[in-house]
């Protein structure tokens, strides 16, 4: 996605959530508001995690080591950034739900880490 559009995105989304949490209280709003809350913030995270995946693979693929490793880093495809940023932004969804339910602990956050790590090596694997 283009980073002028993707940037737009994520702010249209930032201050739509902001305007929703200011004016409005869970209890009062109902089921559906917060669910298209946690729909904003994880289409924010997803831009974010796109963002940053694009730029740390570029990175990898302009300054990587060639000479370290026999096989140089390939340029990932928009659509294998986009699965693997779509896995990595449900991770801050799971522990914000996971906290509005009861609490994160130690063994909760890795259960999510797992998730997304296992996640992530489905879409290797793809």
Known sequence: MNIRISGIILIVCVLIAGIILQQTSPVTSGPIVVLFLFLIFYVAS???ASNLINVINFALVKYGGDKVRKKP???L???KIYYYS???ALAPILLLGLQSVGGVGFYEFF???AFVLIGCLYVSRQ
């Open 46 to 48: 997803l831009i974010i």
């Open 73 to 75: 880093f390939v340029r």
């Open 86 to 88: 779509s896995v990595i």
């Open 77 to 79: 495809s928009s659509l």
């Open 111 to 113: 259960l999510v880490l």
